[in-house]
């Protein structure tokens, strides 16, 4: 009764490392644990995406709260420039070759644009006080 029990015992095990995918290992083999095929490492590690989760929200702020405006080519020798400056007047958007923020400055009646592209990833923006809410 005692071998019948070891041998159902040695089968059942059998049974549960082939389920498993071990190889059995034979006297003749080098001792081992299990057979497993190397693991491959890639070179080069895949990229992560740059996808900002669903609902995530930034504030993009205009660069500036004030510039500086000056000309910058040379003038003739006794002639010079003041340079001027002016505050953050408007927010919007623009359609410059893609999708683009703009934050306008007035200089005396003037507007100085300053501009940039969407942050990578975001697909939509508003415009708010001082920048740009974006998602």
Not at 29 to 54: A, G, H, S, T, V
Not at 81 to 87: A, D, E, L, R
Request: with cysteine; charged share 15%; hydrophobic share 40%.
């Amino acid at each position: 009764m005692r071998g019948r029990r070891l041998l159902v015992t040695i089968v059942m095990l059998a049974l549960t490392l082939a389920m498993l995918g071990v190889t059995p290992v034979h006297a003749a083999d080098p001792p081992r644990i299990m057979e497993q095929q190397p693991r491959q490492i890639p070179e080069k590690l895949p990229p992560i995406p740059n996808k900002i989760p669903p609902g995530f929200q930034q504030f993009v702020k205009c660069p500036l709260e004030s510039i500086r405006v000056e000309i910058t080519t040379p003038l003739p020798a006794s002639w010079w420039n003041t340079p001027q400056v002016g505050n953050l007047v408007n927010v919007r958007l623009d359609n410059i070759v893609g999708k683009a923020l703009v934050c306008e400055y007035s200089i005396y009646g003037l507007k100085w644009p300053v501009m940039r592209y969407f942050p990578q990833g975001t697909t939509n923006c508003s415009p708010a006080k001082t920048g740009f809410s974006c998602y």
